[in-house]
């Protein structure tokens, strides 16, 4: 089945740490893949998507993630973590063949602590 | 530029009643998706509109209906409210191409007592 995994459901890093949220999804054809970050009792906000154009991606607020075809993976990294970025993230996939069809994972909440 | 927007932003239902929630698309967007985001879970989709047609449906059951018109907008319609129904309900839009971005509103908090 076309699933998609974040591992570690709650990250905590210091303020100005390096910032890595996991990502693994399960199919052999590489698929449309996205990160959205949402703050408390509020919507999704894109951070970034990967196409196919380019294996490193940049998104905004200074995150970017990289896309590895040979591990499956989608991992979301910031150099260094500001209090501001206290939220919950989201990997999503667009799997091939299901227009439109986002997949989430679980989430993972980052706390960035002082 | 107007994003996605979704009335209402809270509700609070009993079980058995039926519920209506409304999204309008983000302006030049012809697709609108729901999800369903129970609380701690990531978003579930629902279902998908495009040319006022469901074009994508997820593992949801009957009771869960929608409809899109001419003006792109939707609408998400549940019938005979269970407790388990109670989450946030996202809409997103996008335009009808494979990879193209969905675009998230505030949600529709529903509660169901």
């Known amino acids: 089945a076309q699933s998609v995994t974040q591992l570690g459901s709650h990250v905590s890093v210091s303020e100005g740490a390096l910032v890595l949220l996991r990502c693994n999804y399960s199919?052999?054809?590489?698929?449309?893949l996205f990160w959205y970050v949402q703050y408390p009792n509020q919507g999704l906000q894109l951070l970034l998507k990967?196409?196919?154009?380019?294996?490193l991606v940049k998104g905004i607020n200074g995150f970017e993630a990289e896309f590895k075809k040979s591990e499956t993976s989608f991992h979301l990294t910031k150099p260094s973590a500001h209090m501001s970025d206290a939220a919950e993230y989201f990997c999503?996939?667009?799997?091939?063949?299901?227009?439109?069809?986002?997949?989430f994972g679980q989430g993972t909440t980052l706390q960035v602590k002082p | 530029d107007a994003g996605v927007t979704q009335s209402p932003t809270h509700l609070i239902k009993t079980r058995g009643q039926q519920v209506t929630l409304r999204c309008s698309p983000k302006?030049?967007?012809?697709?609108v998706s729901w999800y369903q985001q129970a609380l701690g879970q990531g978003p579930q989709f629902i279902f998908q509109?495009?040319?006022?047609?469901?074009?994508q449906r997820g593992n949801f059951p009957d009771r869960f209906s929608g409809h899109q018109f001419p003006n792109y907008s939707s609408e998400l319609n549940v019938n005979a409210l269970l407790l388990g129904d109670s989450a946030l309900y996202l809409c997103?839009?996008?335009?009808?191409?494979?990879?193209?971005?969905?675009?998230f509103g505030p949600g529709t908090r529903l509660l169901v007592l």
């Open positions: 997103a839009s996008s335009l009808a191409l494979l990879g193209e971005t969905q675009y």
């Open positions: 199919s052999s054809v590489p698929p449309y």
């Open positions: 990967y196409t196919s154009a380019a294996t």
């Open positions: 999503a996939v667009v799997f091939s063949g299901n227009t439109g069809k986002l997949i």
């Open positions: 302006s030049g967007h012809d697709t």
């Open positions: 509109y495009y040319e006022e047609e469901e074009r």
